[in-house]
């Protein structure tokens, strides 16, 4: 946690106390991001239901960094005990989308089938500001990692498409809270080495300009060097 900074302080941030936040978490990294106009923070994570019954991917809220809202949990069918056995995937990757006015929205990657690839993106959207979603349901299918941003109402969400032998990076946007999608391929005929740990970069500015940091395999050696879109 740091205290905001302006201008006159260069910008440099103060570090303050730590502050618990919650210790739900069990299997997906967390996600921190601020609301771009509100300043308030969105905290997602994958959360315990009742006794262990479910792992959730879930989302906190706060306006100070010390006290947060109630877990806001976006699916309920996800199988704690399924991830153990291992019967299915675990919940990763679960991310925050700022839409208009007061609409966000959640994405997350999970699936049924244990260690298995492609594994399939959801998405659930929430009119409240993240106090209550709608239903998730599938918008996509990624060989890796994913990422995402949104800028004015816009999201977009970097992942891998093609097969198990060959693969592009891939943008998919959208206007409309996901309810329609346009996907471009952004590696052109870059080589991608297999990846299931780490995603790329993505930003998107207020203009709609998506960049992308990414790493490519040199041709000429085993080795990965980074590309800048």
């Given at each position: 946690m740091?205290?905001?900074t302006s201008q006159e302080?260069?910008?440099?941030?103060?570090?303050?106390?730590?502050?618990?936040v919650?210790?739900a978490?069990?299997?997906a990294?967390?996600w921190?991001?601020a609301?771009p106009?509100?300043?308030?923070?969105?905290?997602?994570?994958?959360?315990?239901?009742?006794?262990?019954?479910?792992?959730?991917p879930s989302?906190l809220?706060?306006d100070d960094?010390?006290?947060?809202?109630?877990t806001?949990?976006?699916?309920?069918?996800?199988s704690?005990s399924d991830?153990?056995?291992?019967?299915?995937?675990g919940?990763?990757?679960?991310?925050v989308l700022f839409?208009k006015?007061n609409?966000i929205s959640?994405i997350w990657?999970?699936?049924?089938?244990p260690?298995?690839?492609?594994?399939?993106?959801?998405?659930?959207?929430s009119?409240d500001g993240?106090q209550?979603f709608g239903e998730?349901?599938p918008i996509?299918e990624?060989?890796?990692?994913?990422?995402s941003?949104?800028?004015n109402?816009?999201?977009s969400?970097v992942y891998?498409?093609?097969?198990?032998?060959e693969q592009?990076l891939?943008v998919?946007t959208?206007?409309d809270n996901?309810q329609t999608?346009?996907?471009?391929?952004?590696s052109s005929d870059?080589?991608l080495a297999?990846e299931?740990?780490?995603?790329p970069?993505?930003?998107?500015s207020p203009?709609?300009?998506?960049d992308?940091?990414?790493y490519?395999?040199?041709?000429?050696?085993?080795?990965c060097?980074m590309?800048?879109?």
């Amino acid at each position: 946690m740091v205290n905001p900074t302006s201008q006159e302080e260069g910008y440099i941030p103060v570090k303050s106390n730590f502050e618990d936040v919650t210790g739900a978490q069990v299997y997906a990294s967390p996600w921190l991001r601020a609301h771009p106009k509100t300043g308030e923070l969105f905290l997602t994570l994958d959360a315990q239901e009742g006794d262990m019954l479910y792992v959730t991917p879930s989302l906190l809220r706060s306006d100070d960094g010390i006290s947060w809202s109630r877990t806001t949990r976006a699916d309920l069918h996800i199988s704690a005990s399924d991830i153990a056995s291992p019967r299915a995937t675990g919940p990763d990757d679960i991310q925050v989308l700022f839409g208009k006015e007061n609409n966000i929205s959640l994405i997350w990657v999970w699936d049924s089938e244990p260690w298995g690839w492609p594994r399939t993106v959801w998405m659930a959207n929430s009119m409240d500001g993240g106090q209550t979603f709608g239903e998730p349901t599938p918008i996509l299918e990624t060989w890796g990692p994913i990422n995402s941003a949104s800028a004015n109402g816009s999201f977009s969400i970097v992942y891998r498409v093609g097969t198990e032998d060959e693969q592009q990076l891939a943008v998919a946007t959208t206007v409309d809270n996901g309810q329609t999608w346009q996907t471009a391929i952004a590696s052109s005929d870059m080589i991608l080495a297999f990846e299931a740990d780490k995603g790329p970069g993505i930003s998107m500015s207020p203009d709609g300009t998506i960049d992308l940091v990414f790493y490519v395999q040199d041709s000429t050696s085993e080795e990965c060097v980074m590309n800048v879109e």
